[in-house]
């Protein structure tokens, strides 16, 4: 099946840093995603991607679809406390409508 | 708030019972897909439903089952629960199939003793 490796695992950063983390997956996906989790809480969509280099924005979020169509990055910018969770990268492949998610980054926002 | 409701929040019962979770999606969405989060760990697709009929499967064990119903709630049952069936129950939903944007609920936490 569909594998997806996401790194790093985990972040420890200082208030105020950019941050980046990726995706990366065996086979091509038509669509990209990125959530963000909140411990014991469901997680919450950030940006969809849908087209190969397509580069979307969200406040201090950036996400881009790889060309290659087989991986994505998301960018935070200038980091702050409430940043701090688990993100996950999920991908739509080219048959059926399941998702596949990532392991996950832990962030953690030092202030 | 993502519009996806699921009951109930906190679960805990014992080995060889059997439970149900129960999610309403979001207004007009017609997917419902169940995930299982373990500690620490990343979400594992279930099973997905579009308008009432079965459209995907994953890792469901064979203890576990799953419906959904003509106003597209959903329910998922697992019985003969065993300690290793203890984790997050995300309940998502999406406008339609095959699916985009998936909207999660707050989830079921499980407790098995």
């Known amino acids: 099946g569909q594998q997806l490796n996401q790194s790093p695992q985990s972040m420890f950063i200082q208030e105020g840093e950019d941050v980046s983390m990726n995706c990366t997956s065996s086979s091509i996906f038509n669509t990209w995603l990125w959530y963000k989790q909140d411990p014991g809480e469901g997680p919450v969509l950030l940006i969809a991607?849908?087209?190969?280099?397509e580069l979307t924005s969200n406040g201090r979020l950036t996400a881009q679809f790889g060309i290659t169509r087989k991986d994505s990055f998301l960018n935070i910018s200038a980091s702050i406390p409430s940043d701090v969770g688990i993100y996950f990268c999920?991908?739509?492949?080219?048959?059926?409508?399941?998702?596949?998610f990532g392991e996950g980054t832990q962030l953690t926002v030092n202030p | 708030d993502s519009g996806v409701t699921q009951t109930p929040k906190h679960l805990i019962t014992a080995t060889g019972q059997r439970v149900t979770l129960r999610c309403s999606p979001r207004s007009g969405d017609l997917s419902v897909y169940w995930y299982q989060q373990s500690l620490d760990q990343g979400l594992q697709f279930l099973i997905q439903?579009?308008?009432?009929?079965?459209?995907a499967k994953g890792n469901i064990l064979e203890r576990f089952s799953a419906q959904q119903f003509p106003d597209l709630h959903s329910e998922l049952n697992l019985s003969s629960l065993e300690l290793g069936d203890s984790a997050l129950y995300f309940c998502a939903s999406s406008s339609g199939s095959p699916a985009n944007e998936q909207f999660f609920g707050p989830g079921t936490r499980l407790t098995v003793l």
């Open positions: 991607l849908y087209k190969a280099g």
């Open positions: 439903y579009y308008n009432g009929e079965e459209r």
């Open positions: 999920a991908g739509r492949g080219t048959s059926g409508s399941r998702l596949t």
